[in-house]
């Protein structure tokens, strides 16, 4: 049996669940500018790594474009061997138009009888065939085309040499060759899509690996220096870890009554309502009351910039910059039109299991559509990030902005039933003034007050009134007051 062997790239090897079986022959297919000679380096690289004699065969690009790609990434392509085709006249010599036979069956013959020979003379234990797009080009036939594949993995069986043929598909109509995938051990699919708006969106395939249990579905990358940079798609279920559920208290007693003492650990708090009602100062107030506990804390910021939600902030007796300071709090600035969903959860991953963060903020919904407005099955990908912190016992607070500022209020992402407990913040009138109620509608995690108070913001912090009844049009949207002002708080001035 075959031995595992590392495929170079870190992501990758995780969705092989431990590399790629040695000695066998692989296909790695994808559109140009897909990532596939990048991915092919590091492949190289890590045979190097390990001591190994590694071989690039190139029929497509030469040695300075391919000299020119690892300098991006600050590799030096001179630690392992490169065979090229740098022109017909030096592969194929003079005069061969003279034979009785066609250019073509010459010319593929020919470049395969030299690709065998320098196999022979380096003796690579990692060998790098780019492209077969080329010999589809030498063949014309594609029976023919298909034999000489054959032959060539018939020349490496029993090889101690693994090999991945590289393919970017521009000689096939057909788009996947059939044929080339049941020839090969294992193939892997790189594609590059283009949004409407924003930087190009990658993501990579595993078609078939055989004999390993390898992480199927798409799993996006982007390239960065250094190489492929890969996510594996988030599975939930694989990373449980064991945690005590107690309440997190947010420092405001009357906030905590609300949710029968605080969320619990390993749950998830949707707090929506209408722009300026406090969606978000009600999750810094927990946020910090976790930081002043020494627990660690990440926001991801959507919407708005970090100086202005820290200011903000500051103006509500929350000062968040000393827990900045002695690295209590990370606020990561979120560019909507630069990060895909995978990217995004690994993020959150590396906050979790690197840093150990207790209490993750997503400042908005909105701006997490935003970043992905052609991804497929969002409340999908939403629902297994919120999984996998609940496994891992962390704090999640969403803010779900609603639209309309007064009258009946909607939202356009449905993901209240996702979340264990829904806060829901409003405006009402009373006493000749615009004012905020906050409620409760559901909390998974034990008993909450069915009551409605009022929410006061100022520079005293936040703060929660009695009770409050006797209210009209609870359900439009826009609640009138009629009690008492007993109930009702008075602003820092000390008027109601």
């Known amino acids: 049996m075959s031995q595992l062997i590392s495929s170079g ?11 790629v079986p040695s000695r066998r ?5 994808g559109a140009p500018g897909s990532g596939k000679t990048t991915l092919a380096l590091q492949f190289l690289r890590e045979g190097i790594r390990q001591g190994e004699k590694a071989l690039y065969i190139t029929l497509s690009e030469t040695k300075e474009e391919l000299s020119a790609v690892a300098a991006s990434h600050g590799w030096n392509i001179e630690d392992f061997d490169i ?39 380096v003796k690579p234990k990692r060998v790098v065939f780019d492209s077969l797009s080329e010999m589809r080009l030498l063949a014309q ?12 993995k018939q020349f490496f069986s029993g090889r101690d040499t693994t090999v ?13 060759d059939v044929h080339l995938h049941s020839l090969c051990h294992g193939v892997i699919t790189l594609e590059r899509l283009t949004l409407d708006f924003g930087a190009a969106r990658r993501r990579l395939q595993v078609q078939k690996l055989r004999g390993i249990n390898f992480i199927a579905g798409f799993h996006d990358f982007t390239i960065r220096t250094g190489g492929l940079e890969i996510y594996p798609r988030l599975i939930a279920a694989t990373h449980h870890s064991d945690f005590s559920g107690e309440v997190t208290a947010s420092g405001v007693g009357e906030l905590d009554n609300l949710l029968g003492g605080g969320p619990l650990r390993g749950t998830s708090t949707l707090i929506t309502g209408p722009a300026g009602s406090g969606k978000t100062t009600i999750a810094l107030q927990y946020l910090f009351a976790a930081c002043e506990r020494g627990e660690f804390c990440t926001v991801y910021e959507f919407d708005e910039r970090i100086g202005t939600l820290l200011a903000r902030a500051k103006a509500f007796s929350l000062d968040f910059r000393k827990h900045i300071e002695a690295g209590k709090l990370i606020i990561e600035q979120i560019d909507p039109a630069e990060i895909s969903p995978g990217e995004f959860a690994a993020r959150v991953r590396y906050q979790v299991e690197r840093r150990g963060s207790r209490m993750i903020v997503i400042d ?7 970043a992905m407005p052609q991804e497929q099955q969002l409340i999908l990908q939403m629902h297994e990030l919120l999984s996998y912190l609940s496994q891992r016992g962390v704090v999640t607070f969403l803010i779900n902005p609603q639209t309309g500022l007064v009258g009946s209020m909607a939202t356009n992402l449905n993901i209240s039933y996702v979340a264990d407990t829904v806060v829901l913040l409003r405006f009402f009138e009373a006493e000749g003034r615009v004012r905020k109620a906050i409620s409760v509608l559901k909390n998974r995690g034990g008993a909450h007050e069915d009551t409605i108070r009022e929410l006061r913001i100022d ?4 703060r929660i009134s009695e009770p409050l009844s006797q ?6 949207g826009t609640p009138e007051y009629l009690g008492s002002r007993e109930p009702l708080m008075e602003d820092s001035s000390g008027k109601i």
């Open 9 to 19: 790239n870190e992501g990758l090897d995780l969705i092989l669940t431990g590399g």
């Open 25 to 29: 022959l692989y296909l790695l297919e």
């Open 83 to 121: 065979f090229e085709f740098s022109s017909a006249s030096e592969v194929f010599g003079d005069g061969r138009e003279q034979s009785i036979l066609h250019p073509w069956e010459l010319e593929l013959g020919e470049t395969i009888r030299l690709v065998q020979e320098e196999v022979e003379r």
């Open 141 to 152: 036939d594609p029976l023919r085309y298909r034999r000489q594949v054959l032959a060539l």
């Open 164 to 176: 991945i043929l590289v393919d970017d598909m521009t000689g096939n109509d057909s788009g996947r």
């Open 364 to 370: 908005s919904l909105n701006g997490y559509m935003a």
């Open 459 to 462: 520079t005293n912090g936040v």
């Open 471 to 476: 209210f009209r049009g609870i359900l439009t």
